[in-house]
């Protein structure tokens, strides 16, 4: 008996929750939640209860959220799907052989035939970069689109924020395309990789050793220790001169009277032994060949030497080149173009009006007053010999243009 006492007081109290579940249209934070569109949990609860408040409630406090977890977690999953995507993409496209295959090419081949540390830095690093930026677009666009879903959720109208940000699109890509120029431009230099951090290139005003590249812009440091920052949609082309290999070339000029097979066996020899040098035979990696008689000047005639070098050594390889090629020259009598003749040039006021030297064994006149003489014996006192130099007479000095005894 005492178990259904209660229940004539249970009567008034669901009698009062439903008049309060009529009087929900008061409420506007759950007025027609079920109105339009209305979710699976909304309608079961609406009918479970009758009341459009607890259908309402339910509406907002479980309907609403459940829908914008799944969103976020479709969202997540959407976004690591393409990151892996990508970063598989972006090596595949980096480097386009098939992995087994380079795998099982690395186990059977020796270490000469593997890639070097510095060419699988360098391939890393660009995969790493277009990776980055490819992720990065994904995750705004997929984070994008989530955004207006979970909008949509709340059935807040979309059509004043779309054409709002379409103007703000449009005035952005006014104000800023030589922006997007610039990250288009750094995108397409990084993918045909046309040159990398730590290669020497030409970009025009800009000449040195790249220091570092983004999509914005490529800083470079020229030789005289100046960082030069280059927007990428500014560079029209670019000459790298250490991009797989490079070329050590070098034009000797040497006297007309020189004997050619002698002077370019004496270059040969001393190209082969720099090349069999324990401390350049890693920079050289093809036997350095003498071309011949690449032009004829005045004083004589240039013979090319080449020598195919690693990326950036050639301007190592090439220095010690000028050294050993000096000495080479003076032990074997090989005198350059211009050597132990230097020339004299006299201010001549008297000289003859047809521009000759007169019959004295002088020189000839360049018709503005002065003579050159070439002397093939050294000028200077120490080099002199114990016999007495060429005399030059005495003549008189005529006043040259700016002079202050021109009167």
Not at 249 to 254: F, I, Q, Y
């Amino acid at each position: 008996m005492s178990l259904l006492a209660p229940a004539p007081l249970l009567a008034p109290t669901l009698a009062a929750l439903g008049a309060i579940g009529q009087t929900t249209t008061s409420i506007p934070s759950f007025t027609g939640a079920c109105a339009e569109d209305p979710s699976t949990v909304c309608v079961k609860v609406k009918e479970w209860t009758g009341s459009d408040l607890w259908a309402s409630a339910a509406e907002w406090l479980v309907a609403r959220p459940l829908s914008i977890m799944l969103i976020i977690l479709i969202a997540w999953a959407a976004s690591r799907v393409a990151h892996v995507l990508i970063k598989r993409a972006m090596n595949r496209l980096i480097n386009p052989a098939r992995p087994r295959a380079r795998q099982v090419l690395r186990k059977a081949t020796p270490a000469l035939l593997q890639r070097t540390a510095e060419v699988g830095m360098r391939t890393d690093a660009r995969a790493q970069t277009l990776t980055t930026v490819f992720r990065s677009l994904a995750s705004i666009a997929i984070w994008f689109v989530a955004g207006i879903a979970i909008l949509s959720v709340f059935d807040i109208d979309l059509a004043p924020i779309i054409a709002a940000a379409s103007v703000f699109g449009v005035a952005l890509g006014f104000g800023a395309q030589n922006v997007v120029r610039d990250f288009l431009a750094g995108t397409f230099m990084v993918v045909e990789d046309q040159f990398g951090v730590g290669d020497i290139v030409d970009l025009g005003e800009a000449k040195g050793t790249v220091e570092e590249i983004t999509l914005r812009a490529t800083r470079v440091r020229d030789v005289q220790g100046t960082l030069w920052h280059v927007p990428n949609g500014q560079i029209l082309r670019v000459a790298n001169k250490s991009q797989a290999w490079a070329r050590a070339l070098l034009d000797l000029e040497v006297d007309g009277g020189t004997d050619y097979e002698h002077a370019a066996a004496v270059i040969q020899h001393v190209a082969d032994h720099l090349s069999a040098d324990p401390g350049f035979a890693a920079d050289i990696i093809d036997t350095p060949e003498v071309w011949g008689i690449e032009a004829f000047t005045e004083k004589g005639y240039t013979i090319r030497l080449v020598m195919k070098t690693r990326p950036a050594a050639q301007f190592r390889v090439m220095r010690e080149l000028r050294i050993r090629l000096t000495e080479a020259f003076r032990t074997n009598g090989i005198t350059t173009a211009g050597a132990g003749r230097p020339e004299l040039w006299v201010h001549d006021g008297d000289r003859p009006p047809d521009g000759h030297d007169g019959g004295d064994g002088v020189g000839h006149s360049d018709g503005t007053g002065a003579r050159r003489t070439a002397s093939s014996a050294p000028t200077s006192p120490a080099s002199a010999g114990p016999g007495p130099a060429a005399p030059v007479p005495d003549q008189p000095r005529s006043p040259a243009k700016g002079d202050p005894s021109e009167s």
